[in-house]
């Protein structure tokens, strides 16, 4: 039987699972993920960046903040209709959400009064919206879930303790705010954070905690691995040891057993076989297309051919799903119709 569901997880509790040996904690990660999900469906989303560089915030790890000489092309908020033809692509190809990210530190109301437009429109076409803009206020929160948003995604990034060595220009305490106005405006939270910036296990295990203790488990927990950007000064970190960043996935699982649990940037430097323990550990969401925001991805032909190697196939529409990129959907349709993903002819 599933255990219930808790908020209150100790810091100390959830050290103690970083600290489990690795097959101990692998196996627990998956008996929970098998009580909750389906251990073959993977959902899958597409980024697409409305709002590219010059933001005024100082996150080190980040290619789009204006101090740092990253090579990132400045570009200003997306028309509608540009961004509604992005959309109707992706919808005609099978989508059935669209995530936005805009290189804001917050909004000014111009710009959600815009991006309230970006996301009516995108609405209209029957698709799915999510949205990561920055800081919001509790109005704007509720101007966007008026306009049709469905999810909003703003992440912790690290632990509290950890987070003034990783950003000056805002408090941990901000991103608590907007989370809260974000869940009050009745939108979903898609909230995790980055491992590799340099944190200790221990703080890893605060990020984990701290999520887990919200009011409500984000419905979607995206764990980044830093993708390391020359120009920011997280560039040269010492890597994450693979396996560290397995046992994240592993105890994000445990501690938020029914949220969809996203391998999220950083795939393109990540082995196929760490990914698939990553999948055996509890992530069942990934972001599909070559470019996430500003930076690589896994090439779609690699996905497709990872998919079959593995037997996933993408989580169904209605499922609790990101958007489902149509090429995965298309090989399925193209498939041996047995739904797994492969390329195989019926
Ligand atoms: N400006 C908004 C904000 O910070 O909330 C929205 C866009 S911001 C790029 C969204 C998230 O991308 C960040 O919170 C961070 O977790 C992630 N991110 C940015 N740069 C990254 C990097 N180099 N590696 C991994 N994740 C990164
Ligand atoms: C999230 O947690 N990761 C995505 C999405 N939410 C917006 C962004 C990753 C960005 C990686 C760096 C870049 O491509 O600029
Ligand atoms: Fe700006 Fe967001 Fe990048 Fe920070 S993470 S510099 S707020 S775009």
């Given at each position: 039987m599933?255990?219930?569901?808790?908020?209150?997880?100790?810091?100390?509790?959830?050290?103690?699972?970083?600290?489990?040996?690795?097959n101990?904690?692998?196996?627990?990660?998956?008996?929970?993920?098998?009580?909750?999900?389906?251990?073959?469906?993977?959902?899958?989303s597409?980024?697409?960046?409305?709002?590219?560089?010059?933001?005024?915030?100082?996150?080190?790890?980040?290619?789009q903040?204006?101090?740092?000489?990253?090579?990132?092309?400045?570009q200003?908020?997306?028309s509608?209709?540009?961004?509604?033809?992005?959309?109707?692509?992706?919808?005609?190809?099978?989508?059935?959400?669209?995530?936005?990210?805009?290189?804001?530190?917050?909004?000014?109301?111009?710009?959600?009064?815009?991006?309230?437009?970006?996301?009516?429109?995108?609405?209209?076409?029957g698709?799915?919206?999510?949205?990561?803009?920055?800081?919001?206020?509790?109005?704007?929160?509720?101007?966007?879930?008026?306009?049709?948003?469905?999810?909003?995604?703003?992440?912790?990034?690290?632990?509290?303790?950890?987070?003034?060595?990783?950003?000056h220009?805002?408090?941990?305490?901000?991103?608590?705010?907007?989370?809260?106005?974000?869940?009050?405006a009745?939108?979903?939270t898609?909230?995790?954070?980055?491992?590799?910036?340099?944190?200790?296990?221990d703080?890893?295990?605060?990020?984990?905690?701290?999520?887990?203790?919200?009011?409500?488990?984000?419905?979607?927990?995206?764990i980044?691995?830093?993708?390391?950007?020359?120009?920011?000064?997280?560039?040269?970190?010492?890597?994450?040891?693979?396996?560290?960043?397995?046992?994240?996935?592993?105890?994000?699982?445990?501690?938020?057993?029914?949220?969809?649990v996203?391998?999220s940037?950083?795939?393109?430097?990540?082995?196929?076989?760490?990914?698939?323990?990553?999948?055996?550990?509890?992530?069942?969401?990934?972001?599909?297309?070559?470019?996430?925001?500003?930076?690589?991805?896994?090439?779609?032909?690699?996905?497709?051919?990872?998919f079959?190697?593995?037997?996933?196939?993408?989580?169904?529409?209605?499922?609790?799903?990101?958007?489902?990129?149509?090429?995965?959907?298309?090989?399925?349709?193209?498939g041996?119709?047995n739904?797994?993903?492969?390329?195989?002819?019926?």
């Open positions: 599933a255990q219930p569901i808790r908020h209150d997880w100790t810091r100390a509790e959830v050290a103690a699972l970083f600290a489990l040996p690795f101990e904690l692998l196996h627990r990660a998956h008996s929970v993920h098998r009580e909750h999900h389906d251990p073959n469906a993977v959902q899958v597409t980024l697409l960046s409305i709002k590219t560089g010059g933001c005024p915030e100082d996150c080190a790890y980040c290619p903040a204006a101090r740092y000489d990253t090579g990132v092309q400045a200003k908020l997306m509608v209709d540009a961004v509604v033809a992005r959309a109707q692509a992706a919808k005609s190809a099978g989508a059935s959400r669209f995530c936005m990210g805009a290189a804001w530190r917050s909004p000014k109301d111009r710009d959600v009064e815009k991006v309230a437009e970006i996301v009516r429109a995108v609405k209209g076409l698709l799915e919206t999510c949205a990561t803009l920055g800081m919001l206020s509790g109005e704007q929160a509720q101007t966007l879930k008026q306009a049709g948003l469905d999810y909003y995604n703003h992440n912790l990034d690290t632990a509290p303790e950890f987070y003034g060595e990783i950003i220009t805002r408090q941990y305490q901000d991103r608590l705010d907007t989370l809260d106005h974000v869940r009050e009745g939108l979903k898609c909230c995790g954070g980055i491992v590799g910036m340099g944190e200790t296990r703080q890893r295990a605060g990020l984990l905690q701290t999520l887990a203790s919200l009011p409500e488990h984000p419905q979607s927990v995206p980044n691995q830093l993708v390391q950007v020359e120009g920011t000064p997280l560039n040269g970190t010492q890597a994450l040891d693979p396996f560290d960043f397995v046992r994240t996935i592993a105890v994000a699982r445990i501690l938020m057993p029914a949220s969809m996203r391998l940037a950083g795939r393109q430097q990540m082995d196929d076989a760490v990914q698939a323990l990553c999948f055996f550990a509890g992530a069942n969401s990934i972001f599909y297309g070559e470019k996430l925001l500003t930076t690589g991805n896994p090439d779609v032909e690699h996905d497709r051919q990872l079959a190697r593995l037997d996933l196939h993408p989580l169904e529409v209605a499922e609790e799903t990101d958007t489902v990129h149509a090429d995965i959907l298309e090989t399925e349709a193209a041996c119709g739904g797994c993903g492969c390329s195989a002819a019926a």
